[in-house]
């Protein structure tokens, strides 16, 4: 393979999408981009035709697409084994159930061969399976400027892995590692790397087609009521990590205090749409209580910014039932 060009290095995380993989791969054949892409097709163990889909394109185009085949090991251990090869001046995520707008893709790559700074966002649209529709998501809309450094975010800014591009050395020489076996460790690609970035460029093109609604999806209802416990150990391990951002004394911790706070109360939010079981009801209770003792400052900024969870406290959790209906009628993936 012939690196030598390669502006970006797209891990493809790859678990029993036979359904759904030459969309996401034939998303990057865009011509004039394709020789600038270095697409890494992690087969994370699939059982389906996953692996003999992905084949064909390394057939097709050797210089560009890659396939790893390796046992089971979860979201974390594709984006691993991806980063560990990658070669390219940018590294991002494309799950191998969506797909890239490649209009948008050809725009990229003309942005990424000028850019030098450590993240880039973009805007990305989500699918909804159900009837088609889409929604435009513009998470650097509110920002005042193209290119500037971390410190000059302005308060609420909010990026998710849907949005974000990286410089591929900023994370390999840092050692950006992500948990296995385990999901939600997306947010962990959202977070761990920001220690080290310090300059971020906002591009208006939308570039992520994010797919929602199929039913194995970790964010169904019956995705949550399976892994909501690795929800739960992703987020003390990010505030192990950042164990002094509820300081707030720099932009950045600002930052990363602000997402803790919105990832915490989806994760209550969770817990209230998977089932109103006393087990459920207990186990959050435990989570609220660890958030009391160990996370102090997050726990009072919930009990303030949020209604239903003030509601949850102030009532003991009785109103545990009646949450759990009103937020499962509203929730929507």
């Known amino acids: 393979m012939d690196n030598s060009q390669k502006i970006l290095s797209v891990c493809v995380a790859s678990y029993n999408v036979e359904k759904y993989l030459s969309k996401t791969l034939d998303s990057c054949m865009v011509s004039g981009v394709l020789d600038k892409l270095e697409i890494i097709i992690v087969n994370d163990g ?35 084994a991806a980063l560990s090869v990658a ?32 993240m880039i966002v973009t805007r990305f649209r989500r ?4 009837d088609g529709h889409t929604e435009e998501r513009d998470e650097g809309e ?3 400027f193209v290119t500037g450094t971390f410190d000059e975010l302005p308060d609420g800014a909010w990026f998710t892995m849907h949005a974000v591009t990286y410089r591929t050395s900023l994370l390999q020489e840092n050692r950006i590692s992500i948990t296995e076996r385990c999901y939600y460790t997306d947010q962990e690609y959202d977070l761990l790397p920001l220690r080290w970035v ?14 929602i609604g199929h039913g194995g999806q970790s964010v169904s209802v019956a995705g949550l009521e399976k892994h909501y416990r690795e929800q739960t150990a992703v987020l003390k391990k990010l505030y192990s990590v950042y164990s002094d951002a509820h300081e707030m004394r720099t932009k950045k911790n600002r930052y990363i205090y602000r997402y803790f706070v919105k990832r915490t109360r989806f994760h209550i939010r969770t817990f209230l749409v998977i089932s109103r079981s006393r087990e459920h009801r207990r186990e959050l209770r435990e989570f609220m209580e660890y958030l009391k003792e160990k996370q ?33 009628k509203k929730y929507r993936y």
Request: net charge negative.
């Open 198 to 211: 310090e300059t971020l460029r906002i591009v208006p093109l939308t570039l992520y087609c994010y797919r």
């Open 142 to 144: 509110n920002i005042p």
């Open 296 to 328: 102090p400052d997050i726990y009072r900024d919930l009990l303030r910014q949020s209604r239903f969870v003030k509601l949850l406290v102030w009532s003991r959790y009785a109103l545990y039932g009646v949450l759990h209906y009103v937020m499962l």
């Open 46 to 80: 699939s059982t389906d035709r996953t692996e003999e889909i992905a084949g064909r394109y390394v057939q097709t185009a050797p210089d560009s697409f890659r396939l790893i085949s390796k046992a089971n090991g979860g979201y974390g251990s594709a984006v691993n």
């Open 127 to 130: 699918v909804f399976a159900s």
């Open 87 to 118: 070669t390219g001046k940018y590294f991002r995520l494309l799950d191998g159930d969506d797909w890239f707008d490649s209009e948008g893709l050809a725009a990229f790559i003309g942005v990424l061969e000028q850019a030098d700074e450590d």
